[in-house]
């Protein structure tokens, strides 16, 4: 076996841990929760689904390699909850960019750079691709919520105010999708899944 | 919300189902029975480290879509598992045939048109993206069962005879990548993983 094959398989066998990092939210229609393998994929077949939706064309290829590789960071730094703040200070963005470098530098030079750069673009730039790949990120678990009668909103007591101020990336992503959580955010106001909190900021 | 947007999140929910379809294999070195998704997601990361031992070039993004969707079916007519012949008849067949028109079915006409295509091609084409991607699904499970102490072999008493049967495809698909199982395998042989069986026909 050659020493690139080596790190390759290395490295395939490495992200097999992402099946066991546990996120928040649950399944549609469920109470098991759902990990960031299970999630990677459902992102990606969104993106083949509704890749219309975003308003300007997308790089199609770029945008499913971001998504299945966006949460890889995660098997050294855990799960990041999009409502949780110690997970969105300093520590925790060393300790996800710790894990960047040891899990993608597991691989080849050639194709360490690739993933990295691709993982850092997902994170970090503003085009086309990155703003449709997050707003596809963060719409899963509004579609979970929505099927679990409020799911982590009513777990996490989150309010309404601070699930628009956290999603607010979906409207810049594709404001027609955006419209449809429109619609149905203030219906899981009204049926009890999720409380108002305070007037969003505008 | 428009009709088209309806169909779209119709089978975006429907497809959540792939989550709890259980494969016969396990997780890399556990007990823990991988599923639909899981392994989905985990082909598309191989396809993208290791596409460079294809032997001729690949449309990744073709082969991509394949193996996001290739095992949909499996929701209605059940996970395929590669060493049981009642699931390799026309009665199974059929199942996966209705699934595929029941699933994809969910979706916008074009869109529906698009994945069976899409399903059909991976199933049943001969040219060089269903040749890699058929290969990849198929070293998945070897993965596993060697680091599983024979896994799958072991616990269904499958002989290397029937598994050089079966995954001969890998041979097409990337014979750089199936010299390395063949290194591999004689190992898990003289380990005890697996029983050496009937000689293979040629």
């Known amino acids: 076996m050659s020493p690139r094959l080596a790190h390759q398989l290395a490295f395939i066998h490495e992200v097999d841990k992402l099946k066991y990092v546990l996120r928040k ?26 890749q ?5 064309p997308i790089d199609t290829l770029k945008v499913l390699k971001m998504l299945l590789i966006h949460d890889l960071v995660e098997i050294d730094a855990g799960d990041t909850f999009l409502y949780d703040p110690a997970r969105q200070g ?11 470098q040891r899990i993608f530098g597991l691989l080849p030079h050639d194709q360490r750079d690739e993933f990295y750069a691709l993982w850092l673009e997902f ?8 703003r449709f790949a997050r707003a596809i990120d963060r719409m899963e678990p509004l579609f979970q919520n929505l099927t679990n009668g409020g799911g982590t909103w009513k777990e996490h007591e989150v309010p309404l105010s601070k ?9 810049v992503g594709t ?7 429109l619609e149905e955010l203030p219906r899981a106001l009204a049926s009890g899944q999720i409380e108002a909190g305070a007037e969003p900021q505008s």
């Open 25 to 50: 939210t649950c399944l549609f229609n469920s109470n098991r929760r759902e990990n960031d393998a299970e999630h990677s994929w459902h992102l990606c077949l969104m993106v083949l689904v509704l």
């Open 52 to 56: 219309e939706y975003s308003p300007e």
């Open 90 to 100: 300093q520590a925790h963005a060393d300790a996800e960019e710790a894990a960047a």
């Open 123 to 130: 994170e970090t730039a503003d085009n086309a691709n990155t």
């Open 163 to 171: 699930v628009f101020e956290r999603v607010k990336g979906i409207a």
């Open 175 to 181: 404001p027609e999708l955006w419209d449809y959580f």
